[in-house]
């Protein structure tokens, strides 16, 4: 690793407010960060781009367990991905220290990437880059899963465009508790179209992982406390960390910020905003820069969907502070008392108003680009080009015997299903259709929950282009619809109770048996997943 790189990392962990000293909890809020101490002021004024670009990046990377301090007093125990490399510029791998998350990968479009995943954990579990368009055999199946002290080989090229990509495990239901103790990281992928831009980069460009936690009175991790419920539910913790750290606090300049976030949840869905009512100005969603920035007065961010906010804070004074918050909203249940609503299973139940981070103004930074009106090209699918154009591919997402169903089905490692296979180069129309309500018939009125199910579809990216909301859930909807950004590539979209979503998804690149899924990882877990194959 370079000198240059640990500058980088301490950099980072400082603006993070991780540093050693400064994750105390203390009762009456958020923490004062490490600032205070004199830093060198680490300003780039000319776009940053990852050192020489390496043709190949070698990376090891071992899951295994660890102990970390995430308050004061014990120590938390957690899984993490640790990782060194190899072979290749040690600028395309970020750590952020002293957090359970795992490194930032930062790689250009075209590098060939080699990947070493040792598995140091007493439980088999396989990487899932999520997000990424690599073959089957790279995709991290569950069926490719390694024993505990097994290795994995990986060995994909970059083939996505600029963004804001992640990494998991995806063991067979396995998936929520390893990502749920510490396992998971950030894969930023740039190209030449965004570099040409100019966008805020170094120390401006700044990724942020939001999740939920649950701690005991000795600083440990509590998954599944409530059992069954939090399962068919999806896990809520009471406590808010953004890249591992609670009450997190973040130290800006006066200048312009690319902020990445990164809904790393399990279950919790965030209405994001500032808490002064700025509208976002967001430049990207999860398969990278949208044609044009758009503006929203919050932002609905589900569990594996990630969005890039333009956070200009040049016209704030030094010491005035910025807090990104989740606003309220009235959760999710037309069911009995035990629904996932405000009476749900967490003290902080989806819904609930969260702090979320808070910035802290500084010294006036690097020179302010302006915002740029044209950010990439897309090209735009139409729907008269799908080939099942008059015959969506239908998902009918429902509750049956308390497990959430994809039409009526749950995962089976090695199935497909007739309807379950598409061609390879195709241009396809795909519903998600959240309309059979629960547990109707079941004569089980307590247990008729009505969630919301984040749809991810492995190996690819789509396009959103249409939502139908059913009338008798238009009210519920509203609090949360006018935060959805649909303009871009998208691998994850929320379907909310009563919406039917449509997304035009072309299976272009490999052939092979990939995953769709709900990505609130316990309905993953519990069978929420289906085998797709895209055969040629
Ligand atoms: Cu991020 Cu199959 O998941
Ligand atoms: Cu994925
Ligand atoms: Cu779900």
Redesign the pocket.
């Known amino acids: 690793m370079t000198s240059k790189n640990r500058i980088t990392r301490r950099d980072f962990i400082k603006l993070m407010g991780m540093g050693a000293g400064t994750l105390t909890l203390s009762a009456c809020g958020l923490i004062p960060s490490a600032s205070s101490a004199p830093t060198t002021a680490r300003v780039l004024s000319t776009p940053f781009t990852p050192a020489p670009v390496s043709p190949s990046l070698v990376v090891d990377l071992t899951a295994g367990a660890t102990t970390i301090r995430v308050f004061s007093g014990p120590e938390t125990s957690v899984w993490r991905y640790q990782a060194s490399v190899k072979e290749g510029s040690g600028e395309s791998i970020q750590t952020l220290s002293g957090s359970y998350l795992g490194p930032i990968f930062r790689v250009r479009q075209g590098q060939q990437v080699r990947v070493r995943l040792k598995n140091e954990l007493p439980d088999p579990t396989i990487v ?1 880059w ?1 997000g990424l368009r690599i073959p089957e055999d790279m995709d991290g199946h569950p069926r490719y899963a390694i024993a505990p002290g097994a290795s994995y080989e990986y060995d994909f090229q970059v083939i996505n465009r600029a963004g804001t990509y992640w990494f ?1 495990p ?1 063991p067979h239901q396995l998936t929520a508790p390893q990502v749920y103790y510490g396992l998971a990281g950030l894969f930023i992928v740039s190209d030449d179209e965004e570099a040409a831009l100019g966008l805020p980069s170094g120390e401006y460009d700044i990724p942020l992982v939001i999740q939920d936690r649950a701690f005991d009175s000795q600083n440990q991790m509590v998954y599944l406390a409530n059992g069954m419920m939090d399962q068919m539910i999806g896990f809520l913790g009471d406590t808010i960390l953004v890249n591992g750290a609670p009450n997190a606090n973040l130290d800006v300049k006066a200048s312009v910020y690319r902020l990445r976030l990164l809904n790393g949840s399990n279950s919790r869905i965030y209405k994001l905003a500032w808490q002064d009512g700025t509208p976002l100005t967001v430049i990207a969603t999860d398969g990278g820069l949208l044609e044009a920035p758009v503006t929203r007065d919050y932002i609905t961010l589900a569990p ?1 969907e990630r969005v890039e906010l333009w956070a200009d804070f040049s016209k704030q004074t030094a010491g005035s502070e910025m807090r990104l918050v989740s606003l309220p909203f009235s959760g999710f249940s037309s069911g009995g008392m035990m629904g996932g609503g405000m009476m749900g299973n967490s003290s902080l139940p989806n819904g609930a108003p969260l702090n979320i981070l808070s910035l802290k103004i500084g010294e006036k930074g690097a020179d302010v680009t302006p915002l740029p009106s044209r950010l990439s090209t897309m090209e735009r699918h139409r729907v008269d080009e799908a080939v099942n154009r008059n015959n969506p591919r239908s998902f009918a997402l429902a509750m049956q015997n308390m497990i959430h169903t994809i039409n009526n089905r749950v995962f089976e490692m090695d199935a497909v299903a007739r309807d379950e296979i598409v061609q390879l180069g195709d241009l396809e129309l795909w519903e998600f259709i959240n309309r059979e309500g629960g547990g109707g018939g079941m004569g089980m009125g307590m247990m008729n929950m009505e969630l919301p199910h984040p749809m ?1 579809i ?1 190996g690819v990216q789509f396009q959103v282009i249409g939502r139908q909301i059913a009338k008798e859930y238009e009210s519920a909807y509203q609090e949360l619809s006018a935060g959805f950004v649909d303009d871009g590539w998208k691998d994850t979209v929320l379907v909310m109770p009563g919406e039917k979503v449509q997304v035009l998804v072309r299976f272009e690149n490999y052939e092979g048996t990939f ?1 769709y ?1 709900c ?1 609130n990882l316990e309905h993953e877990d519990a069978g929420m997943m289906r085998n797709y194959k895209i055969e040629s």
Do not use: R
């Open positions: 899932h999520h998991h995806h594996g991810h492995h995953l899924h990505h």
